[in-house]
C-alpha cells in the first residue's frame, strides 16, 4: 500500500474518532424519574450518548428505583454537598460531558455551571416565560395555567443558567387546555410530550 493511501485511512480514522464520540450523560432528578427512565430507555439504543450516573438530592426518589432497571450507578446528595463542589467533583470523575436536570429542584450552584457551559439542559413542563421561576414546579405550575383560563400549554427545554428558568430556550411544544381540564389532566398531556421530545431533543444537543 503506498504511503498516501496508509496516510490518508490513517486520517479518516482519526477524524471519526475525534467527530462521533458517544458522550457520557448524567441525569439529576428529585422525584419520581418519569422523564429519567424515558431518557434511560431512549439512549440503550443511541449511538450518540450513554446514561452514566443518576443524582439525586432525595434519598426516598423513584428515580433511584428506575435506574436500577438500567444498571445506571446512582449517587445521593444534599444541598449544602451540591453548593460546596462535591456533585461537580462526582460527574467530572465519572467523565460526564453533558447533563440533564429531569426534575430536579434545587438550583444549580456556579461552581457545576462554570464546569458545564452550555452543556446543562432542564425541561419546563409549561411555555416559558409563562408560569416559570422559584417555586413553580409540579402540580402548582398546572394549576395556575388552568386558573388563568389559558387554551393551550406545554413544554419547554432549555439550557441552564443562574436563574430558574430563565437559560436560552431550545425547544418548545404545545398541547391544547380544554375547560373541564382537571391540573392532574394537564400534567397528563404535558408528560406525555415530554417523553416524546426531550430525549430526542437531548440527543440533538450532544
Ligand atoms: C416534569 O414535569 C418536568 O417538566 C419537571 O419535573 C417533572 C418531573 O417529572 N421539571 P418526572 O419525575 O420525570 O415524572
Known amino acids: 500500500m503506498s504511503f498516501w493511501r496508509v496516510w490518508a485511512i490513517c486520517l479518516f480514522l482519526r477524524c471519526k474518532s475525534y467527530s462521533s464520540p458517544v458522550k457520557k450523560i ?3 432528578a428529585s422525584g419520581s424519574g418519569s422523564n429519567a427512565e424515558e431518557i434511560m430507555k431512549y439512549f440503550q439504543n443511541s449511538q450518540k450518548g450513554n446514561i452514566v450516573l443518576i443524582g439525586s438530592n432525595k434519598k426516598e ?3 433511584l428505583e428506575r435506574a436500577k432497571k438500567f444498571d445506571v450507578p446512582t449517587f445521593t446528595f444534599d444541598k449544602s454537598q451540591l453548593e460546596e463542589g462535591q456533585v461537580t467533583k462526582k460527574l467530572k470523575e465519572a467523565e460526564v460531558d453533558f447533563v440533564v436536570l429531569a426534575g430536579f429542584l434545587l438550583k444549580i450552584p456556579d461552581n457545576l455551571l462554570q464546569a458545564y457551559p452550555n452543556h446543562i439542559v432542564n425541561i419546563h413542563p409549561a411555555l416559558l416565560p409563562n408560569y416559570g421561576g422559584k417555586g413553580m414546579y409540579g402540580i402548582k405550575v398546572h394549576q395556575a395555567v388552568k386558573d388563568a383560563g ?3 400549554t406545554g413544554i419547554t427545554i432549555h439550557l441552564v443558567n443562574e436563574n430558574y428558568d430563565e437559560g436560552k430556550i431550545i425547544f418548545q411544544a404545545a398541547v391544547p387546555v380544554n375547560l ?6 394537564i400534567a397528563k398531556k404535558v408528560h406525555q410530550l415530554e417523553y416524546k421530545y ?3 431533543v437531548i440527543e440533538s444537543l450532544l
Open 26 to 28: 448524567a441525569i439529576l
Open 61 to 63: 426518589a423513584f428515580v
Open 150 to 152: 389559558d387554551k393551550e
Open 180 to 185: 373541564e381540564d382537571s391540573p392532574e389532566d
Open 198 to 200: 426531550f430525549p430526542n
